[in-house]
């Protein structure tokens, strides 16, 4: 089973983040999105690429967890899916509900995600 994580090649993975993908995953592979994007027809390629009967994916961003959830919502609605353990599930991301305030310069105060408080769901 291939384990793969899908993050912006100008994003760093926090100290956290790699032990909670040493823990779930083992090994696992980086698959870079450039930092201008993928064009639809890319994505598509991307999504050929990737086998949810064999592979595990991890999105590194907040916004797919809204967008799986209700893929797999409207998947139920239909009746094409079912309750998926949670070990067998192809898709995660990583969450973080934590927020901490930086000053920018010039004063400007901001509120970015904790550097801590990583959970994949």
Same mark, same amino acid.
């Given at each position: 089973?291939?384990?793969? #994580?899908?993050?912006?090649?100008?994003?760093?993975?926090?100290?956290?983040?790699?032990?909670?993908?040493?823990?779930?995953?083992?090994?696992?592979?980086?698959?870079? #999105? *450039?930092?201008?994007?993928?064009?639809?027809?890319?994505?598509?390629? #991307?999504?050929?690429?990737?086998?949810?009967?064999?592979?595990?994916?991890?999105?590194?961003? *907040?916004? *797919?967890?809204?967008?799986?959830?209700?893929?797999?919502?409207?998947?139920?609605?239909?009746?094409?899916?079912?309750?998926?353990?949670?070990?067998?599930?192809?898709?995660?991301?990583?969450?973080?509900?934590?927020?901490?305030?930086?000053?920018?310069?010039?004063?400007?105060? #901001?509120?970015?995600?904790?550097?801590?408080?990583?959970?994949?769901?």
């Amino acid at each position: 089973m291939r384990r793969i #994580v899908v993050m912006n090649e100008s994003h760093k993975l926090f100290p956290e983040q790699k032990t909670l993908l040493q823990e779930k995953f083992g090994t696992y592979e980086i698959l870079s #999105v *450039p930092e201008e994007g993928w064009t639809l027809e890319e994505m598509r390629g #991307v999504a050929d690429s990737i086998d949810l009967w064999q592979d595990q994916v991890l999105f590194v961003s *907040p916004v *797919p967890y809204l967008l799986a959830t209700l893929s797999f919502k409207a998947g139920e609605m239909c009746g094409l899916v079912g309750p998926i353990p949670e070990d067998r599930r192809g898709v995660y991301i990583f969450h973080n509900d934590l927020r901490e305030k930086k000053e920018l310069p010039g004063g400007r105060i #901001v509120s970015v995600t904790a550097t801590t408080g990583w959970v994949t769901v």
